[in-house]
């Protein structure tokens, strides 16, 4: 289990690259990330997220795995 300096380093880490990875400019993002923490093998997970590109045309949400 992580405490709460560790948990927001991550948050902060997955901001910096959510930034890189979308191709436009964006009004909100949602995402789900899971972790399972097995005792002597490295964490294992998923990721997805959504997000709003900003402008008046496309107001539909991006699914991106």
Do not use: C, H, T
Not at 22 to 42: F, G
Request: net charge positive; glycine share 4%; charged share 30%.
């Amino acid at each position: 289990m992580i405490g709460i300096p560790e948990e927001k380093k991550l948050y902060s880490e997955i901001q910096k690259k959510l930034f890189y990875i979308i191709p436009e400019k964006w009004e909100s993002i949602y995402l789900y990330a899971s972790v399972i923490d097995v005792p002597n093998q490295k964490p294992i997970g998923e990721m997805y997220f959504y997000y709003l590109p900003k402008g008046i045309i496309k107001k539909k949400f991006v699914n991106r795995l």
